[in-house]
């Protein structure tokens, strides 16, 4: 092992940044899940919250356990101060698997940006293990979806009959002759849509809930950002003649 990944060598700020999103990310889902699960009645979502669980958990154990070597103070992220179990049910047993994507395509995104920017050993390996691991739960929450009719696929456009090239009108905009939408856009849009319907979901149920009077003006500004895009988002398809998301 070359000397320059040796663990005795000190994290760089890009190793140090990215362990420190991921302890946050996953520090906060461990209070999250552990809520969820005091109310999921679905045995095969609350088998699913429970391996989410377990994930957080060694992520936030391996990620202490490199600061502490490394002499780096602890985080101070969340506590069971920040959340109350026995609080009322917030959502039905369906939001779980929505939300469980959602935050494993926001935790992908960090670990796949982190993968060619960190070069010692031991964090190379942790964010391998944090993209294998967020992988296999990703491919089990798509099967549940798919199996309990919980997920709407992207819609289909026609097959490309040839090869075309980009014509000089590609980036018109509402003048002339406009081009549909190709597959990447759609698929952006998609994404969006998926994203912000359970962005929408998440601060509508905690403003509810909320004590403080500034978090829940907060929520209510957050809540008519995600309905605002979520119009533009689903206005957009709908003008291209393709299905979209309901929420």
Known sequence: MSDKTSIS????????????????????AQYIL???????EDQDIKNLLQEALGLSEDFVKTITEIF???????PNGFSEEDVNLNAPRLFQDEF????????SKAGMSIYNVAIPLVYRKDVQEFFRHCMDCTLDLIEKIKTISLDKGFIKKPPLIPTPEKVEFVHEDFLNGYFGHVRPMHALEITQ?????????????????????????EIRTLFGRGERVTTRNLENYMKKLHEENLPSLPF
Not at 68 to 74: A, E, K, M, Y
Not at 191 to 210: G, R
């Open 189 to 213: 849009l998609y994404d969006l849509i998926e994203s912000n319907v359970a962005s929408k979901a998440l601060i509508s149920a905690f403003s509810q809930v909320t004590k403080d009077e």
């Open 96 to 103: 779980y698997v929505h939300y469980l994507k959602y935050t």
């Open 68 to 74: 502490t070597r490394d002499h780096i103070p602890i």
């Open 34 to 40: 552990a809520y969820y699960i005091q109310h999921v």
């Open 9 to 28: 060598e000190p994290l760089t700020s890009v190793e140090m940044g990215k362990l420190w999103a991921t302890y946050m990310g996953n520090n906060m």
